[in-house]
């Protein structure tokens, strides 16, 4: 009885065993006999016993490899180190198990070689400046030659560029000699815009002096056309006033029926108004004169009295 409990707890432990749940993203190589049997991808798989086995469990998402630096040689002549990033992605479980011995070691090395190869074909100054360029010839290559290890190589990116010292020194050199250009043409400029600025002030405020006067002649000419219209204005309305009054005048001695000698009178006197000013030349109609003749005759009458 014991050995019938024994039996099966064994027989249960043994299909137990057999059941197996593949996650995601990973696949299992499963081998029969020693050879390939199958790829179980995600899900619950069953497994022969003592007849299958799980070969290997291979990961199946991209994946990082940064290997350290790297000498290289310039077509120049210049050695240098750079290291590398690649990121890669097994795209067949089948042949990555079986393609190749190790295939992080064996990627590593067809890094280094490519990376000698096309940066042997290119100058130190092309070399710094082309990393897009050199990214793109060695993910091509390498993805090529990884294609029958069923691995997809997705990018490469070149981490860092190390030059000798003796470069560094004059690279930076070399840098701090065009900041000292690029500071001394902005300064330049900055000089020349500042002279251009104040050029355009003395202009702007030359013709602003310019306006204000031409303005301020405007305003006195049209001050000096106003009071002149309005002293033109004056005399006319006193002249309208003078001459308003003489004809009121000779209204009135209308009215008050004056006679021939009386008007004469007042003609007379009105010569002898104008007499009183500035005029050394006076002409008297022959009328008025015979009117002063009687005037003196009556004055001296008026004085014999």
Same mark, same amino acid.
């Given at each position: ?119 042997? *074909? ?55 000699? %065009? ?42 000419? *049209? ?7 309005? *002293? ?36 007379? %006197? ?16 022959? *009328? ?18």
């Amino acid at each position: 009885m014991e050995f019938l409990i024994a039996f099966l707890v064994i027989v249960a432990i043994v299909l137990v065993s057999c059941v197996k749940v593949v996650p995601q993203a990973t696949t299992y190589v499963i081998e029969r006999l020693g050879g390939y049997q199958a790829s179980w991808e995600v899900g619950i798989h069953f497994k022969t016993p003592f007849i299958d086995r799980v070969a290997r469990k291979v990961d199946i998402k991209e994946q990082v490899a940064d290997f350290p630096p790297q000498p290289v040689i310039t077509k120049d002549n210049v050695t240098m180190r750079i290291d590398t990033v690649i990121f890669y992605q097994i795209t067949d479980a089948q042949l990555y198990t079986y393609g190749v011995e190790n295939p992080i070691m064996a990627i590593e090395n067809l890094t280094a070689t490519t990376l000698r190869n096309i940066i042997g *074909e290119l100058e130190l100054d092309e070399t710094l400046t082309s990393r897009e360029i050199i990214n793109a010839k060695m993910r091509a290559s390498l993805d090529s030659a990884t294609d029958p290890w069923g691995i997809k190589v997705n990018r490469v990116e070149l981490k860092n560029i190390i030059p000798p010292a003796a470069i560094q020194d004059a690279m930076e050199k070399q840098m701090k000699a %065009e900041r000292e250009k690029r500071e001394s043409i902005l300064r330049s400029q900055g000089e020349k815009e500042s002279a251009i600025l104040v050029a355009e002030g003395k202009k702007a405020a030359a013709i602003l002096d310019a306006e204000a006067d031409k303005q301020a002649a405007i305003l006195h000419a *049209e001050a000096k056309k106003e009071a002149t219209i309005r *002293e033109a204005e004056g005399q006319a309305q006193a002249i309208l006033a003078v001459q308003k009054a003489n004809a009121d005048g000779i209204r009135m001695l209308n009215e008050a029926a004056a006679t021939e000698n009386v008007i004469r009178l007042k003609s007379l %006197e009105a010569f002898s108004r104008a007499a009183d000013g500035k005029a050394t030349k006076i002409i008297i109609p022959s *009328e008025i004169q015979g009117m002063v003749g009687l005037v003196k005759s009556l004055t001296e009458v008026s004085k014999d009295n």
